[in-house]
Protein backbone atom coordinates (compact mmCIF):
# COMPACT_ATOMS: atom_id res chain seq x y z
CA UNK A 1 0.00 0.00 0.00
CA UNK A 2 1.19 3.11 -0.98
CA UNK A 3 -0.06 7.38 -0.59
CA UNK A 4 -0.06 9.56 -3.14
CA UNK A 5 -0.48 13.38 -1.25
CA UNK A 6 -1.65 15.53 -3.61
CA UNK A 7 -1.27 19.35 -3.23
CA UNK A 8 -3.79 22.31 -3.85
CA UNK A 9 -1.73 23.60 -6.69
CA UNK A 10 -1.99 19.43 -8.62
CA UNK A 11 -5.48 19.28 -9.25
CA UNK A 12 -4.55 17.01 -12.28
CA UNK A 13 -5.28 13.29 -13.06
CA UNK A 14 -2.26 12.86 -14.84
CA UNK A 15 -0.08 14.17 -11.84
CA UNK A 16 3.20 11.69 -11.71
CA UNK A 17 2.31 10.33 -8.27
CA UNK A 18 -1.27 9.39 -8.90
CA UNK A 19 0.28 7.26 -12.48
CA UNK A 20 1.96 5.35 -9.39
CA UNK A 21 -1.01 3.77 -7.65
CA UNK A 22 -3.38 0.98 -8.15
CA UNK A 23 -6.31 2.74 -7.33
CA UNK A 24 -7.84 -0.74 -5.61
CA UNK A 25 -4.93 -0.84 -3.41
CA UNK A 26 -3.24 2.63 -3.00
CA UNK A 27 -4.52 5.66 -1.36
CA UNK A 28 -5.01 9.70 -1.88
CA UNK A 29 -4.24 12.23 0.50
CA UNK A 30 -5.38 15.92 0.76
CA UNK A 31 -5.07 18.29 3.16
CA UNK A 32 -6.73 21.61 4.06
CA UNK A 33 -4.00 23.30 6.35
CA UNK A 34 -5.20 26.28 8.20
CA UNK A 35 -1.61 27.06 9.49
CA UNK A 36 -0.35 27.25 5.96
CA UNK A 37 -3.09 29.04 4.75
CA UNK A 38 -2.36 31.78 7.77
CA UNK A 39 1.19 32.33 6.85
CA UNK A 40 -0.16 35.43 4.74
CA UNK A 41 -3.13 36.96 4.62
CA UNK A 42 -4.36 35.11 0.70
CA UNK A 43 -7.35 36.78 -1.06
CA UNK A 44 -10.26 35.10 -0.20
CA UNK A 45 -10.98 33.67 -3.41
CA UNK A 46 -7.65 32.54 -3.65
CA UNK A 47 -8.53 30.23 -0.18
CA UNK A 48 -11.97 29.12 -1.57
CA UNK A 49 -10.97 28.53 -5.03
CA UNK A 50 -7.84 26.21 -4.03
CA UNK A 51 -9.96 24.69 -1.00
CA UNK A 52 -13.43 24.46 -3.23
CA UNK A 53 -11.23 23.17 -6.13
CA UNK A 54 -9.52 20.65 -3.88
CA UNK A 55 -12.76 19.46 -2.72
CA UNK A 56 -14.38 18.63 -5.97
CA UNK A 57 -11.36 16.97 -7.06
CA UNK A 58 -11.32 14.49 -4.30
CA UNK A 59 -14.52 13.55 -6.06
CA UNK A 60 -13.79 13.57 -9.46
CA UNK A 61 -11.34 10.95 -7.73
CA UNK A 62 -13.74 8.87 -6.13
CA UNK A 63 -15.37 8.66 -9.22
CA UNK A 64 -12.47 7.26 -10.71
CA UNK A 65 -12.27 4.31 -7.98
CA UNK A 66 -9.69 6.38 -5.99
CA UNK A 67 -9.92 5.97 -2.14
CA UNK A 68 -9.31 9.54 -1.14
CA UNK A 69 -8.21 10.36 2.84
CA UNK A 70 -9.76 14.23 2.97
CA UNK A 71 -8.75 16.24 6.06
CA UNK A 72 -10.64 19.31 5.62
CA UNK A 73 -9.54 22.64 7.40
CA UNK A 74 -6.67 20.84 9.91
CA UNK A 75 -4.65 22.62 12.10
CA UNK A 76 -1.60 22.12 10.45
CA UNK A 77 0.04 19.45 7.56
CA UNK A 78 2.25 17.68 10.27
CA UNK A 79 -0.96 16.20 12.54
CA UNK A 80 -2.82 15.27 9.48
CA UNK A 81 0.51 13.17 7.61
CA UNK A 82 0.68 11.36 11.06
CA UNK A 83 -2.97 10.77 11.69
CA UNK A 84 -2.69 8.97 8.19
CA UNK A 85 0.13 7.29 8.28
CA UNK A 86 -0.87 5.55 11.78
CA UNK A 87 -3.80 4.54 9.77
CA UNK A 88 -2.15 3.86 6.53
CA UNK A 89 1.64 2.86 6.65
CA UNK A 90 3.18 2.69 3.83
CA UNK A 91 5.26 5.03 1.87
CA UNK A 92 4.04 8.62 0.79
CA UNK A 93 4.81 9.77 -2.72
CA UNK A 94 4.11 13.40 -3.46
CA UNK A 95 4.56 14.92 -7.32
CA UNK A 96 7.11 17.71 -6.61
CA UNK A 97 5.85 20.91 -6.04
CA UNK A 98 6.19 23.83 -8.71
CA UNK A 99 7.44 25.62 -5.51
CA UNK A 100 10.97 25.94 -4.58
CA UNK A 101 11.81 23.82 -1.05
CA UNK A 102 7.96 22.29 -0.23
CA UNK A 103 9.00 19.05 -0.93
CA UNK A 104 11.85 19.23 1.95
CA UNK A 105 9.33 20.82 4.21
CA UNK A 106 6.51 18.46 3.92
CA UNK A 107 8.45 15.32 3.82
CA UNK A 108 7.02 13.01 1.88
CA UNK A 109 9.13 9.35 1.38
CA UNK A 110 9.73 10.14 -2.57
CA UNK A 111 9.16 12.32 -4.95
CA UNK A 112 8.01 12.12 -8.10
CA UNK A 113 8.87 14.50 -11.50
CA UNK A 114 6.90 17.49 -11.80
CA UNK A 115 4.55 16.93 -14.60
CA UNK A 116 2.58 20.08 -14.85
CA UNK A 117 4.93 22.19 -16.97
CA UNK A 118 6.05 21.70 -20.32
CA UNK A 119 10.01 22.33 -20.39
CA UNK A 120 12.33 20.19 -18.35
CA UNK A 121 14.08 22.05 -15.46
CA UNK A 122 17.35 19.67 -16.66
CA UNK A 123 17.27 21.33 -19.53
CA UNK A 124 16.94 24.21 -18.86
CA UNK A 125 20.01 24.59 -16.87
CA UNK A 126 21.76 22.41 -19.41
CA UNK A 127 20.99 25.48 -22.06
CA UNK A 128 21.91 28.86 -21.56
CA UNK A 129 18.35 30.45 -23.46
CA UNK A 130 19.54 34.42 -22.47
CA UNK A 131 16.44 36.03 -22.84
CA UNK A 132 12.75 34.41 -23.64
CA UNK A 133 12.39 34.84 -27.66
CA UNK A 134 15.58 31.96 -27.88
CA UNK A 135 13.53 30.21 -25.11
CA UNK A 136 10.16 30.57 -27.06
CA UNK A 137 11.37 29.50 -30.02
CA UNK A 138 12.82 26.23 -28.88
CA UNK A 139 9.22 25.48 -27.06
CA UNK A 140 7.00 26.22 -30.62
CA UNK A 141 9.63 23.45 -32.14
CA UNK A 142 8.99 21.37 -28.90
CA UNK A 143 5.12 21.64 -29.15
CA UNK A 144 4.92 21.90 -33.12
CA UNK A 145 2.61 24.62 -32.16
CA UNK A 146 2.11 27.20 -34.72
CA UNK A 147 5.13 25.43 -36.79
CA UNK A 148 4.75 24.40 -40.39
CA UNK A 149 7.55 21.88 -40.46
CA UNK A 150 10.79 23.42 -39.14
CA UNK A 151 9.13 26.85 -39.71
CA UNK A 152 6.38 29.12 -38.11
CA UNK A 153 3.91 29.81 -39.60
CA UNK A 154 3.52 32.44 -42.15
CA UNK A 155 7.51 32.96 -41.40
CA UNK A 156 7.50 35.00 -38.39
CA UNK A 157 7.93 34.39 -34.87
CA UNK A 158 6.32 36.72 -32.62
CA UNK A 159 3.31 39.32 -33.49
CA UNK A 160 4.26 41.58 -30.53
CA UNK A 161 4.53 44.66 -32.50
CA UNK A 162 1.26 44.40 -33.79
CA UNK A 163 -0.58 44.34 -30.80
CA UNK A 164 -0.19 48.07 -29.32
CA UNK A 165 -3.85 49.20 -29.90
CA UNK A 166 -6.25 51.27 -27.46
CA UNK A 167 -9.70 50.37 -27.33
CA UNK A 168 -12.30 53.24 -28.74
CA UNK A 169 -13.97 55.31 -25.81
CA UNK A 170 -17.53 53.42 -25.32
CA UNK A 171 -16.04 50.05 -26.44
CA UNK A 172 -18.22 46.89 -25.45
CA UNK A 173 -16.03 44.03 -23.96
CA UNK A 174 -17.69 40.61 -23.85
CA UNK A 175 -19.13 39.57 -20.51
CA UNK A 176 -17.23 36.98 -18.14
CA UNK A 177 -19.04 33.82 -17.19
CA UNK A 178 -19.73 33.41 -13.30
CA UNK A 179 -20.00 30.05 -11.99
CA UNK A 180 -22.88 30.27 -9.06
CA UNK A 181 -21.13 28.43 -6.03
CA UNK A 182 -22.49 25.24 -5.46
CA UNK A 183 -22.98 23.58 -1.76
CA UNK A 184 -19.57 22.64 -1.64
CA UNK A 185 -17.71 26.17 -2.21
CA UNK A 186 -20.45 27.90 -0.16
CA UNK A 187 -19.12 25.73 2.55
CA UNK A 188 -15.45 26.55 1.84
CA UNK A 189 -16.83 30.29 1.83
CA UNK A 190 -18.29 29.83 5.19
CA UNK A 191 -15.07 28.27 6.35
CA UNK A 192 -13.22 31.24 4.95
CA UNK A 193 -14.88 33.58 6.20
CA UNK A 194 -15.19 32.32 9.95
CA UNK A 195 -11.40 31.19 10.06
CA UNK A 196 -9.49 34.12 7.62
CA UNK A 197 -11.60 36.86 8.86
CA UNK A 198 -9.00 39.72 8.06
CA UNK A 199 -7.98 37.47 4.97
CA UNK A 200 -7.30 40.53 2.18
CA UNK A 201 -10.41 41.04 -0.76
CA UNK A 202 -13.69 39.95 -0.20
CA UNK A 203 -15.26 37.20 -1.46
CA UNK A 204 -19.06 38.63 -2.61
CA UNK A 205 -18.42 38.60 -6.02
CA UNK A 206 -16.82 35.08 -5.94
CA UNK A 207 -17.86 33.02 -9.55
CA UNK A 208 -14.64 31.02 -10.53
CA UNK A 209 -15.16 27.89 -11.91
CA UNK A 210 -14.31 25.10 -9.39
CA UNK A 211 -14.48 22.09 -11.38
CA UNK A 212 -12.41 20.49 -14.56
CA UNK A 213 -16.13 20.50 -16.27
CA UNK A 214 -16.53 24.52 -15.62
CA UNK A 215 -13.01 25.20 -16.20
CA UNK A 216 -13.04 23.84 -19.71
CA UNK A 217 -16.31 25.49 -20.46
CA UNK A 218 -14.37 28.81 -19.08
CA UNK A 219 -11.76 28.17 -21.51
CA UNK A 220 -14.39 27.82 -24.72
CA UNK A 221 -15.82 30.89 -23.90
CA UNK A 222 -12.30 32.66 -24.18
CA UNK A 223 -11.59 30.90 -27.48
CA UNK A 224 -15.37 31.74 -28.87
CA UNK A 225 -15.41 35.02 -27.99
CA UNK A 226 -11.74 37.06 -26.72
CA UNK A 227 -8.82 35.08 -28.26
CA UNK A 228 -9.76 36.59 -31.57
CA UNK A 229 -9.24 40.32 -30.42
CA UNK A 230 -6.54 39.27 -27.55
CA UNK A 231 -3.12 40.31 -29.14
CA UNK A 232 -4.84 44.06 -30.21
CA UNK A 233 -5.92 45.21 -27.12
CA UNK A 234 -2.83 42.98 -24.80
CA UNK A 235 -1.59 46.23 -23.49
CA UNK A 236 -4.52 48.03 -22.89
CA UNK A 237 -5.89 49.48 -19.60
CA UNK A 238 -9.93 50.67 -19.01
CA UNK A 239 -11.25 51.77 -15.74
CA UNK A 240 -13.54 48.96 -14.35
CA UNK A 241 -12.31 46.15 -16.90
CA UNK A 242 -10.77 43.21 -15.37
CA UNK A 243 -9.98 41.05 -18.56
CA UNK A 244 -11.17 43.29 -21.65
CA UNK A 245 -9.68 40.08 -24.31
CA UNK A 246 -7.52 38.58 -21.32
CA UNK A 247 -8.49 35.13 -21.02
CA UNK A 248 -8.53 34.87 -17.27
CA UNK A 249 -6.96 31.22 -17.27
CA UNK A 250 -3.90 31.78 -15.47
CA UNK A 251 -5.61 30.93 -11.75
CA UNK A 252 -6.89 27.55 -13.20
CA UNK A 253 -3.95 26.48 -15.16
CA UNK A 254 -1.86 27.30 -11.73
CA UNK A 255 -3.73 24.71 -10.42
CA UNK A 256 -3.85 21.97 -12.77
CA UNK A 257 -7.79 21.94 -13.93
CA UNK A 258 -6.58 23.40 -16.50
CA UNK A 259 -3.04 21.72 -18.78
CA UNK A 260 -1.30 24.38 -20.66
CA UNK A 261 -0.98 22.23 -24.22
CA UNK A 262 -4.43 21.85 -24.38
CA UNK A 263 -5.58 24.93 -24.04
CA UNK A 264 -2.62 26.08 -26.77
CA UNK A 265 -3.53 23.58 -29.52
CA UNK A 266 -7.46 24.74 -28.71
CA UNK A 267 -6.35 28.38 -29.36
CA UNK A 268 -3.79 27.22 -32.46
CA UNK A 269 -7.45 25.22 -33.52
CA UNK A 270 -9.27 28.68 -33.80
CA UNK A 271 -6.69 30.37 -35.81
CA UNK A 272 -6.34 26.95 -38.30
CA UNK A 273 -10.27 27.35 -38.58
CA UNK A 274 -10.06 30.94 -39.53
CA UNK A 275 -11.71 31.77 -36.55
CA UNK A 276 -9.11 33.89 -34.43
CA UNK A 277 -6.46 36.00 -36.14
CA UNK A 278 -2.56 34.88 -35.87
CA UNK A 279 -1.50 38.01 -34.10
CA UNK A 280 -3.79 36.80 -31.16
CA UNK A 281 -3.15 33.08 -31.02
CA UNK A 282 0.47 34.00 -31.23
CA UNK A 283 0.35 36.31 -28.44
CA UNK A 284 -1.56 34.07 -26.54
CA UNK A 285 0.51 30.94 -27.10
CA UNK A 286 3.50 33.15 -26.63
CA UNK A 287 2.02 33.82 -22.93
CA UNK A 288 1.74 30.42 -22.27
CA UNK A 289 4.40 28.19 -23.89
CA UNK A 290 6.89 30.98 -23.81
CA UNK A 291 5.92 33.23 -20.26
CA UNK A 292 4.68 31.03 -18.03
CA UNK A 293 7.33 28.41 -18.65
CA UNK A 294 10.33 30.84 -18.58
CA UNK A 295 9.08 32.30 -15.48
CA UNK A 296 9.01 28.95 -13.89
CA UNK A 297 12.85 27.99 -15.50
CA UNK A 298 13.78 31.27 -13.93
CA UNK A 299 12.77 30.72 -10.49
CA UNK A 300 14.48 26.88 -10.06
CA UNK A 301 17.33 28.40 -11.69
CA UNK A 302 17.84 31.07 -9.22
CA UNK A 303 16.23 30.07 -6.12
CA UNK A 304 17.25 29.72 -3.29
CA UNK A 305 18.12 33.13 -2.90
CA UNK A 306 16.34 34.97 -5.39
CA UNK A 307 13.62 36.29 -2.96
CA UNK A 308 16.58 38.08 -1.40
CA UNK A 309 17.22 40.36 -4.12
CA UNK A 310 17.28 43.92 -4.13
CA UNK A 311 19.64 45.70 -6.95
CA UNK A 312 18.31 49.17 -6.43
CA UNK A 313 18.27 49.53 -2.26
CA UNK A 314 14.97 50.56 -1.97
CA UNK A 315 13.75 51.14 0.99
CA UNK A 316 10.57 52.44 1.33
CA UNK A 317 7.78 50.49 2.96
CA UNK A 318 4.82 48.98 1.36
CA UNK A 319 2.08 52.17 0.96
CA UNK A 320 -1.00 51.58 2.79
CA UNK A 321 -3.11 51.83 -0.45
CA UNK A 322 -1.88 48.61 -1.53
CA UNK A 323 -3.84 47.38 1.25
CA UNK A 324 -7.12 49.66 1.11
CA UNK A 325 -7.19 51.48 -2.04
CA UNK A 326 -7.19 54.61 -0.69
CA UNK A 327 -5.13 56.83 -3.06
CA UNK A 328 -6.31 59.68 -5.17
CA UNK A 329 -4.23 57.78 -8.22
CA UNK A 330 -7.14 56.62 -10.21
CA UNK A 331 -5.21 54.41 -11.96
CA UNK A 332 -4.06 52.61 -8.97
CA UNK A 333 -7.52 52.68 -7.00
CA UNK A 334 -9.35 51.32 -10.06
CA UNK A 335 -6.74 48.16 -10.03
CA UNK A 336 -6.81 47.43 -6.44
CA UNK A 337 -10.38 47.96 -6.19
CA UNK A 338 -11.12 45.58 -8.94
CA UNK A 339 -8.00 42.99 -7.35
CA UNK A 340 -9.95 43.31 -3.78
CA UNK A 341 -13.40 42.50 -5.36
CA UNK A 342 -12.36 39.41 -8.15
CA UNK A 343 -8.69 38.22 -6.81
CA UNK A 344 -7.08 39.71 -10.26
CA UNK A 345 -6.01 42.00 -12.49
CA UNK A 346 -4.47 41.76 -16.15
CA UNK A 347 -0.89 42.15 -17.08
CA UNK A 348 -0.57 45.96 -18.02
CA UNK A 349 -2.38 46.68 -14.58
CA UNK A 350 -0.35 44.66 -12.49
CA UNK A 351 2.95 45.43 -14.72
CA UNK A 352 2.61 49.08 -15.61
CA UNK A 353 -0.08 50.15 -12.23
CA UNK A 354 0.92 48.50 -8.90
CA UNK A 355 4.49 47.55 -9.95
CA UNK A 356 5.60 50.50 -12.08
CA UNK A 357 4.49 52.22 -8.67
CA UNK A 358 6.67 49.92 -6.47
CA UNK A 359 9.68 50.17 -8.68
CA UNK A 360 9.76 53.71 -9.33
CA UNK A 361 8.52 55.07 -5.70
CA UNK A 362 11.52 52.34 -4.30
CA UNK A 363 9.85 50.27 -2.19
CA UNK A 364 11.47 47.16 -0.96
CA UNK A 365 11.30 44.40 -3.59
CA UNK A 366 10.20 41.68 -1.15
CA UNK A 367 7.49 43.93 0.68
CA UNK A 368 6.36 43.93 -3.02
CA UNK A 369 6.72 39.96 -3.74
CA UNK A 370 4.86 39.11 -0.44
CA UNK A 371 1.82 40.90 -1.38
CA UNK A 372 1.71 39.96 -4.83
CA UNK A 373 1.47 36.73 -3.36
CA UNK A 374 -1.33 37.36 -1.08
CA UNK A 375 -3.65 39.57 -3.04
CA UNK A 376 -3.88 37.71 -6.26
CA UNK A 377 -5.76 34.55 -6.59
CA UNK A 378 -3.21 33.16 -8.97
CA UNK A 379 -0.51 33.63 -6.89
CA UNK A 380 2.16 31.18 -6.00
CA UNK A 381 6.01 31.88 -5.75
CA UNK A 382 7.28 30.20 -8.80
CA UNK A 383 5.68 33.00 -10.76
CA UNK A 384 5.24 35.56 -8.36
CA UNK A 385 9.10 35.99 -7.70
CA UNK A 386 10.26 36.15 -11.14
CA UNK A 387 7.14 38.42 -12.22
CA UNK A 388 7.61 40.64 -9.51
CA UNK A 389 11.47 41.04 -8.49
CA UNK A 390 12.79 39.94 -12.24
CA UNK A 391 10.17 41.49 -14.28
CA UNK A 392 8.45 44.14 -12.85
CA UNK A 393 11.00 45.45 -10.20
CA UNK A 394 14.34 44.81 -12.12
CA UNK A 395 15.47 43.59 -8.41
CA UNK A 396 17.74 40.70 -10.15
CA UNK A 397 19.46 43.18 -12.20
CA UNK A 398 18.32 41.77 -15.32
CA UNK A 399 18.05 38.56 -15.17
CA UNK A 400 14.59 38.21 -16.85
CA UNK A 401 14.17 41.66 -17.93
CA UNK A 402 16.52 43.80 -20.42
CA UNK A 403 15.14 47.08 -18.77
CA UNK A 404 13.33 47.97 -16.20
CA UNK A 405 9.71 48.82 -16.87
CA UNK A 406 9.68 52.58 -15.32
CA UNK A 407 7.29 54.75 -17.11
CA UNK A 408 5.61 58.00 -15.97
CA UNK A 409 1.60 59.30 -16.71
CA UNK A 410 2.40 60.25 -20.13
CA UNK A 411 2.88 56.10 -21.09
CA UNK A 412 -0.57 55.73 -18.65
CA UNK A 413 -2.13 58.87 -20.42
CA UNK A 414 -1.42 57.01 -23.50
CA UNK A 415 -2.23 53.34 -22.83
CA UNK A 416 -5.54 54.40 -20.57
CA UNK A 417 -8.64 56.09 -20.26
CA UNK A 418 -7.39 56.21 -16.27
CA UNK A 419 -6.02 59.64 -16.47
CA UNK A 420 -9.39 61.35 -17.75
CA UNK A 421 -11.24 60.23 -13.94
CA UNK A 422 -8.02 61.45 -11.89
CA UNK A 423 -7.34 64.19 -9.34
CA UNK A 424 -3.73 64.24 -10.34
CA UNK A 425 -2.51 65.84 -13.63
CA UNK A 426 -0.94 63.56 -16.09
CA UNK A 427 1.18 66.36 -17.62
CA UNK A 428 1.44 67.62 -14.09
CA UNK A 429 1.30 66.92 -10.15
CA UNK A 430 0.34 62.99 -11.01
CA UNK A 431 3.01 61.04 -8.16
CA UNK A 432 4.00 58.70 -11.47
CA UNK A 433 6.11 62.00 -12.56
CA UNK A 434 8.24 63.24 -10.14
CA UNK A 435 8.92 59.29 -8.90
CA UNK A 436 9.83 58.45 -12.37
CA UNK A 437 12.13 61.03 -13.06
CA UNK A 438 13.77 60.73 -9.34
CA UNK A 439 14.13 56.78 -10.05
CA UNK A 440 16.23 57.86 -13.61
CA UNK A 441 18.12 60.54 -11.55
CA UNK A 442 18.51 58.32 -8.39
CA UNK A 443 20.12 55.00 -10.93
CA UNK A 444 21.45 57.29 -13.42
CA UNK A 445 24.75 55.52 -13.34
CA UNK A 446 23.61 52.16 -13.62
CA UNK A 447 21.75 52.87 -16.68
CA UNK A 448 24.30 54.61 -18.67
CA UNK A 449 25.51 51.65 -19.97
CA UNK A 450 22.09 49.68 -21.17
CA UNK A 451 22.04 50.92 -24.47
CA UNK A 452 17.80 50.40 -24.13
CA UNK A 453 17.99 53.07 -21.56
CA UNK A 454 19.76 55.19 -23.25
CA UNK A 455 16.94 57.56 -25.01
CA UNK A 456 15.31 58.14 -20.85
CA UNK A 457 18.51 59.22 -19.87
CA UNK A 458 18.86 61.70 -22.65
CA UNK A 459 15.64 63.13 -21.73
CA UNK A 460 16.50 63.34 -18.06
CA UNK A 461 19.70 65.23 -18.80
CA UNK A 462 17.35 68.08 -20.92
CA UNK A 463 15.11 67.87 -17.85
CA UNK A 464 15.56 71.60 -16.62
CA UNK A 465 13.74 71.64 -13.72
CA UNK A 466 14.85 68.15 -12.45
CA UNK A 467 15.71 69.68 -9.07
CA UNK A 468 12.10 70.78 -8.00
CA UNK A 469 11.10 67.45 -9.50
CA UNK A 470 12.94 65.71 -7.42
CA UNK A 471 12.15 67.24 -4.00
CA UNK A 472 8.67 66.22 -5.14
CA UNK A 473 9.49 63.20 -4.85
CA UNK A 474 11.21 63.05 -1.71
CA UNK A 475 7.59 64.43 -0.21
CA UNK A 476 5.77 62.02 -1.60
CA UNK A 477 8.11 59.30 -0.39
CA UNK A 478 8.40 61.05 3.03
CA UNK A 479 4.35 60.80 3.35
CA UNK A 480 4.13 57.18 2.12
CA UNK A 481 6.60 56.81 4.67
CA UNK A 482 4.38 58.63 7.77
CA UNK A 483 1.36 56.40 6.22
CA UNK A 484 -0.33 59.71 4.41
CA UNK A 485 -2.40 59.08 1.99
CA UNK A 486 -1.39 60.37 -1.54
P1 LIG B 1 -3.52 36.20 -20.33
O1 LIG B 1 -3.07 37.54 -20.70
O2 LIG B 1 -4.78 35.70 -20.92
O3 LIG B 1 -2.33 35.20 -20.70
C1 LIG B 1 -2.54 33.80 -20.88
C2 LIG B 1 -1.75 33.01 -19.88
O4 LIG B 1 -0.36 33.18 -20.09
C3 LIG B 1 -1.97 33.37 -18.44
O5 LIG B 1 -3.12 32.75 -17.92
C4 LIG B 1 -0.70 32.88 -17.78
O6 LIG B 1 -0.81 31.53 -17.43
C5 LIG B 1 0.33 33.02 -18.86
N1 LIG B 1 1.16 34.21 -18.65
C6 LIG B 1 1.08 35.39 -19.28
N2 LIG B 1 2.07 36.22 -18.88
C7 LIG B 1 2.76 35.55 -17.96
C8 LIG B 1 3.90 35.86 -17.17
N3 LIG B 1 4.52 37.04 -17.24
N4 LIG B 1 4.32 34.94 -16.30
C9 LIG B 1 3.71 33.74 -16.20
N5 LIG B 1 2.65 33.39 -16.92
C10 LIG B 1 2.19 34.27 -17.80
N6 LIG B 1 0.83 35.24 -13.25
C11 LIG B 1 0.32 34.28 -12.47
O7 LIG B 1 -0.10 33.24 -12.97
N7 LIG B 1 0.28 34.43 -11.11
C12 LIG B 1 0.74 35.56 -10.50
O8 LIG B 1 0.68 35.66 -9.28
C13 LIG B 1 1.30 36.58 -11.31
N8 LIG B 1 1.78 37.72 -10.74
C14 LIG B 1 2.30 38.70 -11.55
C15 LIG B 1 2.82 39.84 -10.95
C16 LIG B 1 3.38 40.85 -11.75
C17 LIG B 1 3.97 42.07 -11.12
C18 LIG B 1 3.38 40.70 -13.14
C19 LIG B 1 3.97 41.76 -14.02
C20 LIG B 1 2.86 39.57 -13.74
C21 LIG B 1 2.31 38.55 -12.95
N9 LIG B 1 1.79 37.38 -13.53
C22 LIG B 1 1.29 36.39 -12.72
C23 LIG B 1 1.83 37.16 -14.98
C24 LIG B 1 0.57 37.65 -15.71
O9 LIG B 1 0.31 38.98 -15.36
C25 LIG B 1 -0.65 36.79 -15.39
O10 LIG B 1 -0.34 35.46 -15.69
C26 LIG B 1 -1.85 37.19 -16.21
O11 LIG B 1 -2.17 38.54 -15.99
C27 LIG B 1 -3.02 36.31 -15.84
O12 LIG B 1 -4.19 36.75 -16.46
P2 LIG B 1 -4.76 35.99 -17.71
O13 LIG B 1 -4.95 34.55 -17.37
O14 LIG B 1 -5.96 36.74 -18.18
O15 LIG B 1 -3.57 36.11 -18.74
Not at 404 to 425: I, Q, T, V
Amino acid sequence: MQTAWVLGDQLTLSGSALQRLDPARDRVLMIESLERARLLPYHKQKMVLLWSAMRHFAQELRAHGYQVDYHEACANYSEAVKAHRKRHPGPILMMDPADYGVAEKLGPDEVTPNTMFLSSREEFRARPYGRLENFYREMRRQTGLLMDGGSPVSGRWNYDADNREVPEKGHRFPDIPRYAPDKTTRAVMELVSRELPKHFGSLESFAWPVTRADALDFVEDFLEHRLDLFGPFEDAIVTGERSLYHSLLSPLLNIGLLDPLDVCQKAEKRYRSGKARLSSVEGFIRQVIGWREFVHQIYHWKMPGYLDVNHFGADLPLPQFYWDADTDMHCVRDAIEGLMEHGINHHIQRLMVTGNFALIAGVVPREVNDWYLLAYADAYEWVVSPNVLGLSLFADGGVIASKPYAASANYLNKMSDCCRGCAYNPKGDCPFNALYWDFLARNRERFEHNPRMSLMIKQLDRKSDLREVRARAEELRARMRRGERI
